[in-house]
């Protein structure tokens, strides 16, 4: 059993930044796969924000290249998103996804909202 705690969320105008970060409960190396998605409201599933693959390069949604950066702290057991330049397109619902022994665990989410 994973469990995964994501923070960071809140409200920021447009051009501002947020960093997202998803705290796991196990050791990063036993991780197969690490993403965040994200869902905006009577969007299901979850739409792809960034991904990173154990000893892999990140992936970007096209909608996020250049502003969003995926990376994970080994020390801290943690999956980062770091959201620059963000647009009133970016608001919804966070979701860190990790694949650990091929099961999909998921957190709670963070919302993030952009507004001025």
């Known amino acids: 059993q994973v469990q995964l705690v994501e923070s960071g969320g809140g409200l920021v105008q447009p051009g501002g930044s947020l960093r997202l970060s998803c705290t796991v409960s196990i050791h990063m190396f036993s991780l197969e796969y690490m993403g965040w998605f994200r869902r905006t409201p009577g969007k299901s599933p979850g739409v792809l924000a960034a991904s990173i693959f154990s000893g892999g390069q990140p992936n970007y949604a096209d909608s996020v290249k250049g502003r969003f950066t995926i990376s994970t702290d080994d020390s801290e057991n943690t999956i980062d998103l770091q959201m620059s330049n963000l647009k009133p397109g970016d608001a919804a619902v966070y979701y860190c996804?990790?694949?650990?022994?091929?099961?999909?665990?998921w957190g709670q989410g963070t919302q993030v909202t952009v507004s001025s």
């Open positions: 996804k990790v694949l650990y022994r091929r099961t999909d665990y």
